[in-house]
């Protein structure tokens, strides 16, 4: 396969060949009509997403997400690689589960699906879960989280983060103090206090990030940061890694974008956990994501069908989809503001999610001999978020009706072309569900 007249980040023109998953050919483009491949008529080819944060929701929820319909809609968001959460049904708690979902990838072979396991059995955050056992199979584990629950107790934290060390896994938390957030809905503040819904304090948060910063110091272990939403958290993470704490932290695009003042008319679309925070909390994320201090944009993609989001506020599900939408949220916040360039953008959401999980055929750079993992984006159109066609299983997204910069067009998974002109490509065989 040839991609010709594609742009690179640094502005080069380059055509591209791929032979058998690998790029075998980068040379500069020259004038003249294409006669074989693709023609990228100078549209932005950089390495494919990683996501080390998704929800797909099988087992158990296979009315919300499935691994195959959140393939579809990774591939839709140009990620050619996502990281399933364990808060399935049954936990993804023992080697079972997770080559089960690790198989279901396979089989769609739409993009890299690779299981996250759980911390503690059933999530309960009592005994550890079955890590080793989960790190030695077929999925080869090694991102472990609890994620919807906080790993609350000091002591299990400690142990999970020795524990991993033996086979350099990583510990990703959830950080909510949960004395601290009974009953909590939306961000604790003076739009809660205004509306009447019990608040969500910053200190729930940030308690648990500085705790947990230190274990990681004494013993010695990987910690990574889930979905840090509070000024207070940046400055936590940034004072960690002056100190050599081997902490890594991401941010979701919702939170770079959205503020609590829109749960005002307490819609449940906007209900989400962690929840949306001010816009002072929005810029310093921002920064901290300029800066690097916040590694990586993660989109905790968290489907629910309508009789979950349609609904009052306190009955509400908390959770976005984000998958198809978080790139051009993250140009919008980020590179449209001038905070971060392209080569900036590729790092925070492909090349550092890759180092973190240890993903080694991802976030390479576009050179001869790297793995195809490739997407296309077309910088000079715009689109508008129609929910009713997004290729998840749920639609409950925040960004319905908004003009968004940057359409993706081309996606190559391993060498695969998987998503023409924005639709995915089926395989054949196993196009139903």
Known sequence: ?????????????????????????VDKATAGNVTDGIDAKSKLLIPGLVDLHT???????????????????????????????????????????????????????????????????????????????MADSIAKVRIFSDDGKCVFDPLIMRRALEYVKTFNGIIA????????????????????????LPGWPAIAEEAIIARDILLAEHVQSRLHICHVTTAGGVELIRWAKQRGIQVTAEVTPHHLLLTDELVENYD?????????????DVQALREGLAEGVIDIVATDHAPHPSEDKDC??????????????ALSVVVKTMIETKLMTWPDLIDRMSVA????????????????GKSANLILIDLEKNWRVDRDKLK?????????????????TDVFHNGEHVLQESQVVEKKSESNE
């Open 1 to 25: 396969m040839k991609i010709s007249n594609a742009k690179l980040a640094n502005g080069n023109l380059v055509n591209v060949e791929i032979s058998n998953g690998v790029i075998t050919k």
């Open 55 to 133: 929800h797909l929701r099988e087992p158990g929820r296979e009315d919300a997400e499935t691994v195959l319909t959140g393939s579809r809609s990774a591939v839709a968001g140009g990620y050619t690689a996502i990281s399933a959460m364990a808060n399935t049904n049954p936990v993804a708690d023992n080697a079972g589960v997770v080559e089960q979902i690790y198989r279901l990838g396979k089989s769609a072979g739409l993009v890299d699906v690779n299981p996250i396991g759980a911390v503690t059995r059933g999530l309960l955050g009592e005994q550890l879960a079955e890590m080793g056992a």
């Open 173 to 196: 938390q959830h950080a909510q103090e949960p004395r601290l957030t009974v009953n909590a809905q939306m961000n604790e503040g003076i739009i809660s206090a205004r509306i009447g």
């Open 268 to 280: 449940p679309i906007y209900k989400v956990n962690p929840p949306l925070r001010t816009q002072k």
């Open 312 to 325: 009052e506020f306190q009955a509400g599900a908390f959770g976005m989809v984000g998958l198809e939408t």
């Open 353 to 368: 999610p890759a180092r973190i999980a240890g993903y080694a055929n991802q976030g390479n750079e576009i050179a001869v």
């Open 392 to 408: 998840s299983k749920s639609k409950n997204t925040p960004f319905n009706g908004m003009e968004m910069p940057s359409v993706i």
